[in-house]
């Protein structure tokens, strides 16, 4: 049975609750529904805690999708900890500060794809500093000013919305396609969108997975880092946020 993944919808979805359906050989989790968002993409899995009805806590190091099967999640317990029984129910809580500062920098990464008009060649997401690699043969002169731009979108505050339309839907309106800097997955009938801004004053519009905050204004500002050359056509931007590590 596919576990209904229920970040999609609600990525401000920090705790619920959910019935255990499997255990695994290797002591992996698997839920009927979950909060929990799985490594793919470019982001990592979440982590937190399972607490049964008894309150005995299970400790989650990270989220996975098992032999690459999307529809499936697994959470993976940290060691040694005691697992709760299949059928069972159980609360599951999301490190709410981690996967924040992961929402924040996953949307702080579509607006660098905007303010650097390069094909994506990969990219990854963390608490601290994200990064994308471009296909981009020389690195733009005025880096200051495109850190301006990128502050300029948060500082306005724009909308991040999810959008859902079907590949049909999709094939009718080409226009949508040819506003995307990636070409959308195709084969499972629906696709997801997030939309940031609105109408013809929309920034940017791609097919993403990932978990993104309400409005560009909750990422905070940021400051792009070092640009390395890694190939001969391929650049890896860095992106910090500027309020600098954690506490
Ligand atoms: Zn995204």
Request: charged share 25%; hydrophobic share 40%.
């Amino acid at each position: 049975m596919a576990t209904v993944f229920l970040f999609r919808d609600d990525p401000y979805l920090f705790e619920t609750d959910a019935v255990v359906t499997a255990v695994n050989d290797l002591g992996g989790i698997v839920l009927d529904r979950t909060n929990f968002y799985a490594t793919s993409g470019g982001q990592p899995g979440d982590s937190g805690v399972l607490v049964a009805q008894d309150g005995a806590e299970t400790a989650i190091a990270t989220t996975v999708h098992p032999d690459g099967d999307k529809t499936e999640i697994v959470h993976v317990p940290a060691e040694d900890q005691g697992l709760p029984s299949v059928g069972s129910r159980v609360a599951v809580r999301i490190d709410k500060a981690r996967r924040l500062r992961l929402m924040r920098m996953h949307t702080a990464l579509h607006l660098l794809s905007v303010v650097f008009p390069f094909p994506v060649t990969g990219g990854s997401v963390g608490t601290e500093k994200g990064r994308l690699d471009f296909d981009m043969p020389e690195v733009p002169e005025d880096v200051a000013a495109l850190e301006a731009a990128l502050n300029g979108f948060v500082a306005a505050d724009h909308p991040v919305v999810t959008e859902w339309i079907s590949e049909d839907e999709l094939d009718a309106n080409p226009e949508l396609v040819k506003t995307m800097k990636v070409q959308p997955p195709r084969g499972q009938g629906r696709i997801r969108l997030i939309r940031i801004g609105t109408g013809a004053a929309t920034i940017d519009l791609q097919p993403c997975g990932g978990t993104h905050v309400r409005s560009t204004g909750e990422i905070g500002r940021l400051r792009i880092g070092k640009i390395e050359k890694k190939g001969r056509e391929n650049r890896r931007v860095s992106l910090f946020f500027e309020e600098g590590k954690p506490n």
